[in-house]
């Protein structure tokens, strides 16, 4: 399963600016401003946060990463009804998961692993 990295802006407004474009505001200014700005939203709706962010920009796809890798090897299992090879500690392999309808896990064997692996690091999308 492919997972992304996406971008996201947050609005938020700064009164008492001495010029126009906010170039007088310091660093902890802003930080101030973010926080007071999620603190209001979280404290009244937190729905309002979807609004308050727009959708995502910048997004690319993640590639595994070494941590991921030894995951994946240490906690591999596979699906005895449908022959899925995952991560059994990171996303496990649920009934509504397998394409049977039904899971029923056991240990996933040295070539599984690296046969999935070379498939994941080859097409992250599978």
């Known amino acids: 399963m ?7 802006t947050i609005a938020f407004e700064v009164s008492g600016c001495k010029e126009p474009d906010g170039s007088d505001l310091t660093p902890a200014q802003l930080a101030t401003a973010i926080q007071q700005r999620v603190l209001r939203i979280m404290r ?3 729905a309002e946060l ?3 962010v727009g959708g995502a920009f ?9 941590n991921q890798i030894c995951s994946f090897v240490a906690n591999a299992k596979c699906c005895y009804n449908c ?3 995952f991560d059994s500690l990171n996303h496990p392999h649920t009934d509504e998961d397998c394409i049977v309808g039904y899971s029923s896990w056991e240990r996933a ?3 599984m ?3 999935q692996l070379y498939k994941r690091l ?3 999308k599978t």
């Open 113 to 115: 692993i690296a046969s």
């Open 2 to 8: 492919s997972t992304y990295n996406c971008a996201f």
């Open 50 to 52: 979807l609004e308050a």
């Open 109 to 111: 064997d040295q070539e």
């Open 122 to 124: 080859k097409d992250p």
């Open 44 to 46: 009244h709706d937190p």
């Open 83 to 85: 022959g899925e090879v």
């Open 58 to 66: 910048d997004s690319f796809e993640e590639h595994m990463t070494h």
